[in-house]
């Protein structure tokens, strides 16, 4: 049963490469890779320590000397204080989100990536090959090279490349979890193999026997790297803004599936509170590219096309205010980077601030003319507010002309304020500090809202107090979740949860080319309606017995049609065949049969087959093999003047601050060193 496992050199469906990809080079000296590296140091140092603290703690509470509980003491405030600096570098190593970003000069904000879990290698052979051996009844060194490729398949998944084949490498090997589960992990006996990953955010080592935790980690990282590949993708271009935002729809789908299928996970970063606020901040970071998008071509100068614009920014704040409240929460605040959080009420106040500035642009710069649409202007604004100035409805503020400036004054206040405020938080954090391009987003949005403050200065307006009202979020493409197909699980009837008798040897004899038997169920076929009168019956053979080969030839996985060609080709001499029996009290029965005529289940026997004149040659006939369960599953063009733009970070001072940055290269090619691990 064993031999479902690929052997080695089999080729995969790409044809060029072997079945069992390879992930990157993890010396290779890239960003990300140096990163990764220092991420698993100290998670290393990070266990040590734990360790010292576990055993200091027992000692502790075994000893009754006074000196040496001093002494133990002592030791005990050094460790903890050396955990607080590790788990401070590990908190810094995940608000190095400059590593994640394109690697071409780039004038976007920078967006967060999740860094992949560690995990210690593990060791399949010894246990696989004795189970082998006691549960399916074969020679278990026979399969050493298959083995060795399934743990060369769990190695390359700790260095996936950051693109799309590193996605199909992890999807590969969670498709396998299943299936290895279904084959190797009965739920009576205790493997021996033991399963260590380190929790994202704190370092902590987490270790199981079972493949709950593998499972779930290996989902936790794929939607890792699909944040990865988003925050590298060249949000310059319409092209590397979809990439952008189907990554990280598909990073919130896999972490949702995360939290609603594995709801106990020891580990903390997949806990549901840590996921739900990580699902929230994935899509936040898609709005975020959605509104980019929109606005990428230019932003129409016009009084609809503002407002427009203005209501999809606070869209992009509002989401950003929710993810910002998740992260202040208890517990998740006192584990998750302080730079994470303060991005979030950056952001936060950044788009809140851009939506004023559109809103006042609308309202200063557009004066209701004879030739605008007042019923759709009305009906724009209208749509913009939650509430209005009281004494005050729309018509009223587009026909005023002083009405219009004060209300528009008031607007362009609230987005300085705000672009302050931004700049204020930026500055309080450390790491935030270490983004420039950032700095010069928030400079350069301030300063556009301060020069359209000054346009509109008017002295005797000192006194005027009016402030702005909210402004109603709103979009026209909302962030919704993906989740990538992925292949569906393992038959049930080869599974470690069954128990059968060792293969035993039936010779069969046709008589009168009927074997006093027929075949149902699609891989592997059973034996059903048995004459108990027949030579096969006095030779051992038993109803509900599965065959499991023919002659020299396996059939584990052939269906009934395949089983049928062998048996028809038996000569006089006979054939031997091996079957099975399930050792269950009440042993599973196919569901499905052979063939379907009228709805009602129909079987095979010898005596209904036709016999083809074509098929009288065996030698001639071909049987496909079924596949082995390892092998389941798997212009930059100047915008005209009637156009506004997002504020950049123009580092060469060539161009203005609101005018268009040229387009980058596309990054559609994943041969670069920044698709490396």
């Known amino acids: 049963m064993t031999d479902t496992l690929l052997p080695n050199g089999i080729k995969d469906s790409g044809g060029d490469s072997s079945y069992f990809k390879k992930g990157c080079n993890p010396f290779a000296a890239t960003g990300r890779s140096k990163l990764q590296n220092r991420r698993a140091t100290v998670n290393q140092q990070i266990i040590k320590q734990m360790r010292m603290r576990a055993g200091a703690e027992n000692l502790l509470k075994a000893t009754s000397n006074n000196k040496v509980k001093e002494m133990v003491l002592l030791e005990l405030s050094y460790v903890n204080s050396n955990l607080q600096?590790?788990?401070?570098?590990?908190?810094?190593?995940?608000?190095?989100?400059?590593?994640?970003?394109?690697?071409?000069?780039?004038a976007n904000i920078p967006l967060i990536a999740l860094g992949l879990k560690e995990t210690k290698d593990v060791d399949f052979s010894t246990f696989f090959k004795d189970f082998i051996l006691e549960h399916y009844s074969e020679d278990g060194h026979s399969f050493e090279d298959e083995i060795a490729n399934l743990?060369?398949?769990?190695?390359?998944?700790?260095?996936?490349?950051?693109?799309?084949?590193?996605?199909?490498?992890?999807?590969?090997?969670?498709?396998?979890?299943?299936l290895m589960e279904s084959r190797f992990f009965s739920p009576s006996r205790q493997t021996g193999i033991f399963f260590t990953w380190y929790d994202s955010f704190t370092g902590v080592p987490v270790c199981q026997q079972n493949l709950s935790l593998e499972k779930a980690s290996i989902l936790f990282n794929m939607?890792?790297?699909?944040?990865?590949?988003?925050?590298?993708?060249?949000?310059?271009?319409?092209?590397?803004?979809?990439?952008?935002?189907?990554?990280?729809?598909?990073?919130?789908?896999?972490?949702?599936?995360?939290?609603?299928?594995?709801?106990?996970?020891?580990?903390?970063?997949?806990?549901?509170?840590?996921?739900?606020m990580l699902i929230r901040?994935?899509?936040?970071?898609?709005?975020?590219?959605?509104?980019?998008?929109?606005?990428?071509?230019?932003?129409?100068?016009?009084?609809?096309?503002?407002?427009?614009?203005?209501?999809?920014?606070?869209?992009?704040?509002?989401?950003?205010?929710?993810?910002?409240?998740?992260?202040?929460q208890t517990p998740i605040k006192d584990n998750v980077p302080f730079f994470w959080s303060t991005m979030s009420q950056v952001k936060t106040n950044h788009y809140r601030s851009m939506a004023h500035y559109f809103v006042a642009s609308a309202l200063l710069d557009h004066q209701l003319g004879l030739s605008d649409d007042e019923d759709q202007q009305e009906k724009t604004l209208s749509q913009v507010y939650d509430r209005l100035p009281e004494g005050r409805s729309p018509l009223d503020i587009l026909k005023n002309k002083d009405e219009r400036e004060r209300i528009g004054k008031a607007h362009i206040r609230r987005a300085i304020m705000g672009h302050e405020e931004a700049l204020r938080s930026y500055s309080l954090c450390q790491h935030l500090n270490n983004l420039q391009v950032l700095q010069d987003i928030l400079r350069a949005s301030l300063q556009r809202s301060l020069n359209k403050c000054s346009e509109n200065d008017d002295e005797e307006d000192f006194s005027d107090y009016t402030e702005a009202p909210d402004i109603i979020s709103k979009t026209d493409h909302r962030a919704e979740m993906e989740f990538p197909a992925?292949?569906?699980?393992?038959?049930?009837?080869?599974?470690?949860?069954?128990?059968?008798?060792?293969?035993?040897?039936?010779?069969?004899?046709?008589?009168?080319?009927?074997?006093?038997?027929?075949?149902?169920?699609?891989?592997?076929?059973?034996?059903v309606s048995l004459d108990p009168l027949c030579s096969a019956a006095a030779k051992g053979l038993k109803e509900g017995d599965y065959i499991v080969a023919v002659g020299n030839s396996d059939c584990k996985w052939m269906g009934v049609s395949d089983v049928m060609?062998?048996?028809?080709?038996?000569?006089?001499?006979?054939?031997?065949?091996?079957?099975?029996?399930?050792?269950?009290?009440?042993?599973?029965?196919?569901?499905?049969?052979?063939?379907?005529?009228g709805n009602l289940?129909?079987?095979?026997?010898?005596?209904?087959?036709?016999?083809?004149?074509?098929?009288?040659?065996?030698?001639?006939?071909?049987?496909?093999?079924?596949?082995?369960?390892?092998?389941?599953?798997?212009?930059?063009?100047?915008?005209?003047?009637?156009?506004?733009?997002?504020?950049?970070?123009?580092?060469?001072?060539?161009?203005?601050?609101?005018?268009p940055c040229p387009t980058f290269p596309s990054t559609s090619s994943y041969n670069n060193d920044s698709a490396l691990y």
């Not at 743990?151 to 700790?158: F, K, S, T, V």
């Not at 999807?171 to 299943?178: I, K, Q, T, V, W």
């Not at 949860?497 to 149902?520: M, S, V």
């Open 85 to 106: 600096l590790l788990m401070g570098q590990l908190e810094g190593l995940n608000s190095s989100v400059e590593v994640y970003q394109n690697t071409q000069e780039t």
């Open 151 to 178: 743990m060369d398949l769990r190695q390359a998944c700790r260095t996936p490349s950051r693109n799309e084949v590193g996605v199909e490498l992890m999807a590969r090997y969670s498709s396998h979890l299943p």
């Open 223 to 276: 939607a890792a790297l699909y944040s990865q590949i988003g925050t590298r993708s060249n949000r310059q271009t319409i092209v590397g803004l979809e990439e952008a935002i189907s990554s990280f729809q598909k990073a919130a789908g896999i972490l949702n599936h995360l939290k609603e299928t594995f709801t106990h996970t020891p580990s903390y970063d997949m806990s549901p509170a840590m996921l739900s």
């Open 281 to 328: 901040m994935m899509l936040a970071q898609a709005q975020e590219c959605l509104f980019e998008k929109t606005a990428l071509p230019g932003i129409r100068n016009q009084f609809n096309s503002l407002m427009k614009m203005a209501q999809e920014a606070a869209k992009v704040s509002e989401i950003y205010d929710q993810v910002h409240q998740s992260m202040i």
């Open 486 to 527: 992925t292949t569906k699980g393992p038959l049930s009837v080869f599974s470690a949860k069954q128990r059968w008798t060792a293969p035993r040897t039936i010779q069969l004899h046709p008589e009168d080319r009927d074997l006093g038997f027929t075949l149902k169920g699609e891989s592997p076929v059973q034996v």
């Open 565 to 597: 060609r062998l048996l028809k080709d038996v000569t006089e001499e006979g054939v031997d065949i091996q079957v099975v029996s399930i050792m269950d009290s009440n042993p599973q029965m196919p569901t499905k049969s052979a063939t379907f005529c």
């Open 601 to 659: 289940p129909k079987t095979y026997s010898m005596i209904c087959l036709a016999y083809d004149e074509d098929d009288k040659n065996p030698k001639s006939r071909k049987v496909t093999k079924k596949s082995s369960f390892l092998n389941f599953g798997l212009k930059n063009r100047l915008k005209s003047a009637s156009t506004l733009s997002l504020p950049t970070a123009d580092h060469s001072g060539a161009l203005p601050w609101n005018k």
